[in-house]
């Protein structure tokens, strides 16, 4: 059934909780059809046992019989076993096991009208601080202050998100200006961006970007890589705010690393020491 939904827009699942939700979506979609089916039945019924040729008299005793009572509770108990049964444990699970820092790669997402400002530690592992008056669109959108304690390594990128496959990945979402969703639609991870509140959403990705590509031949997704859609309407200009995402292996994620911190040290001309890629890479 999983299967059959794709060919309806249920994308490819490549995270570890994709299978649970995606059994809520196919058991909810065949309540919805069952629904569906037998009230459209008792409808049709319902208009032509009752229609005005064949009752010239309102009937005042009403319904007698008890059926649609039992029905009633039946779909009722069903919805209270999925809610209770399926949904509540992986609502419980978002919120209560949120990885720590020190057990998953962290990040922040900062959303804004209409970009994804993605914040990377460096390879201290800890973020520099940020302030608001240091905010520069062009130059520093989320306001790393590079003189604070851990910020010196810290750099950021903006509509590209990369991280390493097989690992617990955690994002401290937030807002610069109105509500966002951060939607992974292949992650199963949607979760709105609220101003004023630090938000964490975590999830351990089972494919990289290679690998997701290969699934996609022969589909309508074909050619098309991951991507972070805003799924909550913030302004005119909500049509354009796309991101990409990038799941690297390991190996492959330490070299990404190591470039961006090469990049940055030529940007910011510091002495950054005498530590080698290897260290680097100790360090990431």
């Not at 089916?37 to 009403?62: D, E, M, P, Q, T």
């Not at 959108?141 to 990945?169: C, M, W």
């Not at 913030?234 to 799941?247: A, E, S």
């Amino acid at each position: 059934m999983i299967d059959l939904l794709r060919y309806f827009g249920l994308p490819v699942g490549i995270s570890t909780v994709s299978g649970r939700i995606d059994e809520i979506i196919v058991i909810v979609h065949y309540l919805m059809l069952v629904l569906f089916i037998g009230w459209g039945i008792f409808f049709i019924v319902s208009l032509v046992k009752f229609r005005s040729s064949k009752n010239k008299k309102a009937n005042y005793h009403g319904v007698e019989s008890h059926y649609s009572s039992i029905l009633e509770a039946a779909v009722a108990v069903i919805e209270i076993v999925i809610l209770f049964g399926f949904a509540f444990p992986i609502w419980a699970e978002r919120v209560n096991d949120v990885p720590d820092a020190r057990d998953s790669e962290h990040i922040r997402v900062i959303a804004q009208q209409y970009a994804w400002n993605i914040h990377y530690p460096g390879a201290d592992g800890k973020f520099g601080d940020t302030r608001v008056d240091l905010v520069d669109e062009q130059d520093n959108p989320i306001g790393l202050d590079r003189s604070s304690e851990y910020g010196a390594d810290d750099f950021y990128t903006i509509n590209q998100l990369h991280i390493p496959v097989n690992k617990k990945i955690r994002i401290d979402l937030s807002s610069k200006d109105v509500i966002h969703n951060f939607k992974l639609p292949e992650l199963r991870v949607s979760q709105d961006a609220i101003p004023g509140m630090n938000i964490p959403v975590h999830f351990t990705a089972t494919s990289t970007s290679e690998e997701f590509l290969k699934t996609a031949i022969g589909t309508k997704r074909e050619g098309k890589g991951l991507e972070i859609s805003c799924a909550q309407l913030c302004g005119l200009g909500h049509y354009r705010m796309k991101g990409f995402v990038t799941i690297h292996e390991e190996e492959a994620y330490l070299s990404w690393l190591n470039e961006q911190a090469e990049y940055l040290e030529e940007e910011s001309g510091d002495d950054w020491g005498d530590e080698s890629d290897d260290d680097w890479d100790d360090d990431w």
